[in-house]
């Protein structure tokens, strides 16, 4: 049973624009949302997270938006560089309820063309 | 200051060897997570262990096994390696009190 959701699969995004995935989760006992980077050959990089109580955080270029009743959260990138195209993962844990492992999306991978 | 480090980089062993992929957690950092990410997949969670003991485990066979020493240090054992193991074998340390894991640079097993 997958419990996170993630799409789109692919995404081409020209340099300057805004790239948008999206994640859908199942579990309400999840607490806490990162998002990861990853480039080929490379471990995940923690982007940035969220917890229920924010509806949205900002870093820099990244957003990520979060949606408690519809159980949806997304990540935003504004003025995409060729330097962001990598491998997107959302990840969900509930360490509140006990559970510490993180239930990732199956990724995005997003390329930014010049 | 260091980053998680894992040893070695790549791996190539034969079905039914028995493989150890080793891991050292962040300066401060108590927790360890080991995930297995199949090409094109999102990372699946194997177990964590903290204060030298299994906390939790997700749904490998026992032929998974780990450890974690006095240092916070950890490794993974695979037992009877099958071609389907074949994967890249992620550490993830985890600070004290907190829930932030930040992932190593994985180990790249091939099993033929």
């Known amino acids: 049973q997958q419990q996170v959701k993630q799409s789109p699969q692919s995404l081409i995004v020209q340099k300057g624009g805004i790239s948008i995935i999206n994640c859908a989760y199942e579990?309400?006992?999840?607490?806490?949302f990162p998002w990861y980077q990853q480039f080929p050959g490379k471990g995940p990089a923690l982007l940035i997270a969220?917890?229920?109580?924010?509806s949205e955080k900002k870093e820099g270029r990244f957003t990520i938006s979060f949606n408690k009743s519809a159980k949806q959260f997304s990540l935003h990138i504004m003025d995409s560089q060729p330097g962001d195209s990598a491998t997107y993962f959302c990840?969900?844990?509930?360490?509140?309820?006990?559970?510490?492992?993180?239930?990732f999306g199956k990724g995005t991978k997003l390329s930014v063309i010049p | 200051d260091a980053g998680v480090t894992q040893s070695p980089t790549h791996l190539i062993k034969t079905r039914g060897q028995q493989v150890t992929l080793r891991c050292s957690p962040k300066?401060?950092?108590?927790?360890v997570s080991w995930y297995q990410q199949a090409l094109g997949q999102g990372p699946q969670f194997i177990f964590q262990y903290y204060e030298e003991e299994e906390r939790q485990r997700g749904n490998f066979p026992d032929r998974f096994s780990g450890h974690q020493f006095p240092n916070y240090s950890s490794e993974l054992n695979v037992n009877a390696l099958l071609l389907g193991d074949s994967a890249l074998y992620l550490c993830?340390?985890?600070?004290?009190?907190?829930?932030?894991?930040?992932f190593g640079p994985g180990t790249r097993l091939l099993v033929l």
């Open positions: 990840a969900a844990s509930g360490a509140g309820a006990g559970s510490y492992q993180l239930t």
């Open positions: 969220i917890r229920p109580d924010v």
């Open positions: 993830a340390s985890t600070p004290r009190a907190q829930e932030t894991q930040y």
């Open positions: 300066s401060g950092h108590d927790t």
């Open positions: 579990n309400t006992a999840f607490d806490y």
